[in-house]
């Protein structure tokens, strides 16, 4: 593990860990390969690879996984991935999942029986396991307040407890899963896709705050937190729980319903008169205001849980009427930014690529610079990552699918666009907050698409006049479209 931060008792937070030197923007605060524990959530075990978590497959070509001979639960990419998973754990645990099939256990006790069993053979150094012991449970707010989420801590458990046959106590089994309750991670794909739960407990010493100034991410199996912005030896470290695009009362709700504490980072003080919570002027009162909003997220719920893909971008698009007819909704306001989000995602499932990248302009230009400040902000990354393979599809003119006539209307050179948009994420590498192979692609493909203009004759770096007019007819196209919703 490579760590710049060290772990203290705070006044008010319990433990935290604080920059042991100054820390620039992008560098790493923490880094660590080795998992205390990782599994995948139950419907990733079909799709996503074991060992690497789906590393291989997003960003080197692997197709087809194969399943363990033996339990056929888990699945690798190849046999390295498999032989790594094997001896961190899979070699405990593989004769119990043959026993138990068709039966697959929950991601959360196939979590606890790898700690369990881990433990019982030796394979944590006992300052980890120490380490591991010190996190918080939250127990008895848990009793407290939700005994039906206790019930079942129990029963896997005690479930727990039968399948590995360790003399581990059901009341140590039951601490463990408390513990993961409260401190995991959501494991992540490079590109913010969820595959299952993560659990470093060095990591997990770092706090919350709505006002971060750290992001975690992970690489496969190698978890890193970096510098959002510039941290002063000594300052604490912070990371944020939940999405903090979301108003006050939202991020509020979350962490003392999950994490039972209420924040008082400088962004929650503000309240309600953070840019989060922030309307335009408008005649409508509070009331007006949260029906609006009731209505437009049973909308968004129902367009989640719809298959079909034609119906969800219906359903969406009378979501965005709605607020945009109150004529005081900000875009940069939740919940019209994860609408836009959920429309892209089902205008691509619909291949309603034209559409999809008139959304996706819409987002680079006018969302993402306001509620992710930083350009270097993983999420905005992934985000200018997707706009580029959207305008490389498009350009490529292979299965364009449903035709956008305001796309249509702004004709672009798709080329430059491409070139420009890389351009500007290589630049923003040095401080991007983003994983390594996420990097290496980025790179990879700028000098493949570079490559390509040279081999015609051409200097896109040369291109200025060119390229500012192509960024500036990206921009029209994002004020005419939101325009028209």
């Excluded at 789906?54 to 032989?83: H, I, M, N, P, W």
């Excluded at 604490?236 to 999405?243: A, G, H, K, P």
């Excluded at 305001?406 to 983003?434: H, P, Y």
Aim: a negative charge; hydrophobic letters at 35%; aromatic letters at 10%.
């Amino acid at each position: 593990m490579e760590t710049k931060a060290m772990p203290r008792l705070t006044e008010d937070m319990g433990n935290g860990l604080f920059a042991t030197k100054d820390i620039n923007v992008g560098e790493d605060v923490l880094k660590t390969n080795r998992p205390f524990v990782a599994v995948l959530d139950t419907p990733r075990l079909e799709d996503t690879c074991s060992g690497c978590f789906g590393k291989k497959q997003l960003f080197y070509g692997v197709e087809t996984l194969k399943a363990c001979t033996r339990c056929q639960v888990v699945k690798y990419c190849d046999r390295a991935c498999q032989s790594k998973d094997w001896k961190f754990s899979h070699s405990l645990e593989c004769s119990i999942y043959q026993e138990l099939r068709p039966k697959i256990l929950p991601n959360l006790a196939r979590a606890v029986l790898r700690i369990v069993l881990r433990r019982v053979n030796r394979k944590y150094d006992d300052s980890e396991f120490d380490t591991f012991q010190m996190l918080e449970t939250h127990a008895k707010e848990i009793r407290d307040t939700n005994q039906d989420q206790w019930n079942r801590i129990l029963l896997t458990a005690k479930a727990v407890k039968e399948y590995s046959r360790s003399d581990i106590e059901e009341e140590s089994i039951a601490s463990f899963l408390a513990k993961l309750d409260l401190n995991t991670f959501n494991l992540v794909t490079p590109l913010y896709d969820r595959v299952g739960l993560y659990l470093h407990p060095y990591a997990a010493f770092i706090n919350h705050s709505c006002e971060y100034n750290s992001v975690v991410g992970f690489d496969g199996d190698e978890l890193f937190v970096k510098a959002i912005r510039p941290i002063k030896a000594d300052e604490q470290i912070f990371i944020s729980y939940v999405d903090t695009t979301n108003p006050y009362s939202i991020r509020r709700k979350q962490l003392s319903e999950r994490y039972y504490f209420d924040c008082n980072c400088s962004k929650c003080q503000q309240g309600r008169d953070a840019r989060e919570d922030r309307f335009l002027p408008t005649s409508l009162n509070t009331t007006s205001l949260d029906e609006t909003e009731e209505k437009v997220r049973n909308l968004m719920t129902s367009a989640n849980n719809d298959e079909d893909p034609f119906r969800s971008i219906t359903k969406l698009k009378s979501a965005i009427r709605t607020l945009r007819e109150t004529s005081a909704w900000p875009i940069t306001r939740q919940p019209y930014v994860s609408l836009r989000d959920e429309l892209i995602v089902s205008m691509l499932a619909a291949q309603q690529f034209e559409s999809a990248f008139v959304q996706a302009v819409i987002r680079y230009i006018r969302v993402d610079p306001i509620i992710y400040r930083h350009e270097g902000h993983p999420i905005r990354q992934m985000h200018t990552w997707s706009l580029i393979k959207l305008a490389i599809h498009l350009y490529q003119g292979t299965g364009t699918g449903h035709a956008d006539a305001l796309f249509q209307r702004f004709q672009q050179n798709m080329g430059l666009v491409v070139w420009a948009l890389l351009s500007q994420l290589v630049k923003d590498q040095e401080t991007a907050c983003i994983a390594r192979s996420f990097r290496e692609t980025i790179y990879s493909t700028y000098k493949e698409v570079d490559g390509e203009f040279k081999a015609n004759g051409l200097e896109p770096a040369e291109m200025a006049v060119e390229i500012k007019s192509e960024l500036e007819t990206l921009g029209a196209l994002a004020y005419e479209a939101l325009k028209m919703e």
